[in-house]
């Protein structure tokens, strides 16, 4: 049971990690992001 808590608590840091990078991404324009949702629904 303690390892399966310690690894759902280092993907709880991973979410934070991940998040912060969103942020950081919000530099690029909503244009680019359209396309990529866009791309993965084609597929």
């Given at each position: ?22 942020e950081v991404d ?18």
């Amino acid at each position: 049971m303690r390892s399966s808590y310690s690894s759902s608590s280092s993907g709880a840091i991973n979410i934070a990690m991940s998040a912060q990078k969103l942020e950081v991404d919000n530099r690029i324009s909503l244009r680019f992001y359209y396309r990529i949702a866009d791309n993965i629904l084609r597929q």
